[in-house]
């Protein structure tokens, strides 16, 4: 497969994940078809893709033209048949489980030529185990996006034991075509990489707030307005970089390694939250929002209505919209 001979696309499985893509497809003018397993899933999905598009309207991202042009031209069904046939490319968001994930890949090889690339979802389950039973396992791989794809432009791509380096490279060269930014994975790791990186953050907030030195809401300040500001614009490395001026990242890295030592030595390494924590968050959530102004959010759908318009600026920034 070519990237150049993917122009019909497929998203199998269609909750929070598999409409989003569905969504970002149909913008990026791919034809688009999406199945579920019932016509109410497949409304429910509809009616996801309607308020999403609703708000990139109301953010200038699209014109009502356009958006009645996705709405109408994204074909949903209940038969995988219809869905794959002559698709070159799907997206799989079913549940994450592997039992299901191997069903549905049997499925799809049913009713695809045998080069369609399969990409999956998956938060953190193996693509080698998910094209155990595989005709074709080479054509498998993982593609796990951040929430919402339609707005976020990661994708984290990995391989099987059998994926084969050219459907690797297709895939990467498609998610690039569509102005996504794909990093692969060398070697098979849970959690991938963001995800990885998000739980050390968050598990350094929350011993921060066990041994009481800040609240959940000053954490979350910290971060929104330190570090969070400039990662939105380069990675941790890059801005260390700077932070080193003329002795560079390993200059700094090398000055401020007996003090970073010290600090290692007192953060947390445990593997397992405290049990008590999740309870402690939500609180700390509550009175979080309590000092929030409405225009930034100060429940769970404004915020979640503030962050996505707030993305949009960032994507434009970045130029990716
Ligand atoms: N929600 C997230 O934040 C997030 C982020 C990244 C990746 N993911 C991954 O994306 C995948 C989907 O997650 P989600 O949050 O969209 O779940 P979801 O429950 O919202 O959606 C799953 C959809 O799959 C459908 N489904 C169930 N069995 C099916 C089958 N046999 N064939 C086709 N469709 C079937 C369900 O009806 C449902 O619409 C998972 O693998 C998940 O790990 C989720």
């Not at 297709?170 to 963001?194: H, M, R, T, W």
Request: aromatic share 8%.
């Amino acid at each position: 497969m070519k990237v150049e001979d993917i122009k019909k696309v497929a998203c199998v499985g269609a909750g929070v994940i598999g409409y989003s893509w569905a969504l970002y497809y149909s913008l990026k003018k791919l034809s688009v078809s999406v199945y579920d397993l019932s016509d109410e899933k497949l409304d429910l999905a509809k009616k996801r893709i309607h308020e999403s598009l609703l708000n990139l309207m109301k953010n200038g991202v699209v014109s009502e033209d356009e958006m009645s042009e996705i709405e109408n031209g994204i074909n949903y069904t209940t038969s995988m048949e219809d869905a794959v046939k002559d698709v070159q490319f799907i997206t799989e968001s079913g549940p994450e489980s592997y039992e299901i994930k191997q069903k549905m890949a049997e499925e799809m090889e049913r009713y695809t030529a045998s080069n369609t690339i399969i990409a999956s979802s998956t938060s953190g389950l193996l693509v080698s185990e998910i094209a155990k039973n595989a005709k074709n396992p080479e054509r498998f791989i993982g593609a796990h996006p951040y929430n919402p794809p339609h707005l976020i432009p990661l994708v984290e791509l990995t391989k099987g034991d059998k994926t084969s380096e050219e459907v690797l490279k297709c895939a990467k060269e498609f998610y690039q075509s569509i102005d996504k930014e794909p990093v692969v994975l060398q070697k098979e790791a849970l959690g991938f990489i963001c995800n990885r990186i998000q739980m050390a953050v968050y598990r350094e907030v929350c011993n921060l707030v066990m041994k009481g030195v800040c609240s959940i809401e000053d954490a979350d300040k910290a971060v929104t307005y330190g570090p969070g500001l400039r990662w939105a614009i380069m990675g941790p490395s890059l801005v260390f970089e700077l932070g080193g001026g003329e002795g560079h990242i390993d200059g700094l890295m090398k000055h401020l390694n007996p003090s970073i030592s010290l600090w290692l030595h007192d953060m947390a390494d445990f593997k397992d939250f405290p049990e008590e924590f999740p309870e402690i968050a939500r609180n700390g959530v509550i009175e979080a929002m309590k000092n929030r102004p409405r225009e930034i959010g100060n429940d769970d759908a404004s915020l979640a209505e503030y962050r996505d318009k707030m993305l949009i600026s960032l994507l434009k920034l970045h130029n990716k919209l």
